[in-house]
């Protein structure tokens, strides 16, 4: 689990990064969308994963 939260940092990170990238001229709006939905992907694992590890917790 640390290290999906680790990514998610480092995603947020570059989120930052490229919403100024765009402001700039550099990428696409386009481009700029591709990293938002990896973000919601990874937001939508790590929540699985922490809903499948609790009900395992509190099964035992």
Do not use: D, H, P, W
Not at 20 to 41: D, H, K, M, P
């Amino acid at each position: 689990m640390q290290f999906l939260y680790i990514a998610r940092g480092s995603l947020a990170e570059l989120k930052t990064q490229l919403r100024i990238a765009v402001s700039l001229g550099y990428i696409t709006s386009e481009e700029n969308e591709l990293l938002s939905r990896a973000y919601q992907l990874l937001n939508a694992l790590i929540r699985v994963i922490t809903l499948r590890t609790a009900k395992r917790t509190n099964n035992q």
